[in-house]
């Protein structure tokens, strides 16, 4: 009776309890959230500690090489409401195809024409200020239609001074008019 109730008991604590503990884990959480379409919410570190809610838009574009080679561009633009510190925010996605998918930084070594990636700048306390321009990260779109993107973003720009900005945050674009 005692080897059946042992093997019951190992049973017990190394079968069912981690299956348990295992299968009633959490649901991961929604690191941002839902947005009202045409609007956009980010935090702000490194030189401005600040959050950023305003108008986000966006436009496409397609372009053709000297070699008949066709890239697509995604512009993506934030204006903060109300938020004199921060003027704008503008992305471009240059991809031979804009598909939803996560879009990393690529160093820039020279003239944007002709490049694939992301690239970037950040327009802060008007013409006084030096832009800073992006350097790591990345821009995630889940949603992609005709007239709404959505996505996410973590990114961080420099400026010629060397100070920083990190960005995080979502946005939910309507077509630029």
Not at 154 to 168: C, D, M, R, T
Request: glycine letters at 10%; aromatic letters at 12%.
């Amino acid at each position: 009776m005692i080897p059946i109730v042992g093997k019951s008991l190992k049973l017990f604590f190394f079968g069912f309890i981690p299956l348990f503990l295992f299968s009633s884990g959490s649901k991961p959480t929604v690191d941002y959230p839902a947005l009202k379409s045409g609007s956009c919410q980010f935090n702000v570190t490194g030189k401005y500690n600040l959050k950023i809610e305003g108008v986000a838009t966006f436009q496409y574009s397609a372009e053709e090489d000297e070699l008949g080679n066709r890239r697509n561009k995604l512009m993506l633009n934030f204006v903060p409401n109300g938020n004199a510190e921060v003027q704008t925010i503008e992305f471009v996605i240059a991809q031979n195809e804009m598909l939803t998918g996560f879009y990393r930084i690529k160093t820039l070594n020279g003239l944007i024409n002709g490049f694939d990636g992301v690239y970037g700048f950040a327009d802060m306390d008007g013409p006084n200020e030096l832009p800073f321009f992006i350097k790591t990260g990345g821009v995630r779109i889940i949603k992609n239609y005709n007239d709404a993107i959505d996505g996410s973003l973590e990114v961080q720009f420099k400026n010629a001074n060397g100070e920083s900005l990190n960005i995080k945050g979502s946005f939910s674009a309507v077509t630029k008019i």
